[in-house]
């Protein structure tokens, strides 16, 4: 099954889409901040990334931007999950690179059904 990070610096929100994913099968890292994120990346391989807008220190546009201008990291698919709903927010983590972007609280179905086809591409 497919190997997911979660970036997310709220540790309930972490629990809850991490019990999300590994309910349906898949095989779930978390990073607290970019920074934390980019050593999981550099040490292990995942075929999606899913993350916050608000982290502490670098942003999670910044850290998408980052990681599809590296050839190693530009491939896997990322989620935005974020409790910014505007239109903008959303165009713009699209513009960052993101395949997706979900607003919290997230519908455990959509993030499921999100995940699966953006894995099944990978």
Do not use: H
Request: with cysteine; hydrophobic share 50%.
């Amino acid at each position: 099954m497919a190997a997911i990070l979660v970036i997310e610096d709220v540790q309930t929100e972490a629990v809850v889409l991490t019990g999300y994913l590994r309910q349906a099968g898949f095989q779930v890292a978390t990073a607290t901040s970019a920074e934390e994120a980019k050593q999981a990346v550099s040490q292990a391989k995942f075929d999606l990334i899913l993350m916050d807008v608000v982290l502490p220190g670098e942003s999670g546009y910044e850290f998408c931007r980052a990681l599809k201008k590296d050839p190693a990291t530009a491939n896997i698919p990322v989620i935005f999950c974020s409790s910014k709903a505007s239109e903008m927010d959303r165009f713009w983590g699209m513009k960052q690179g993101a395949a997706a972007y979900l607003v919290k609280p997230v519908d455990q179905t959509e993030l499921i059904q999100t995940v699966k086809v953006l894995t099944a591409r990978a």
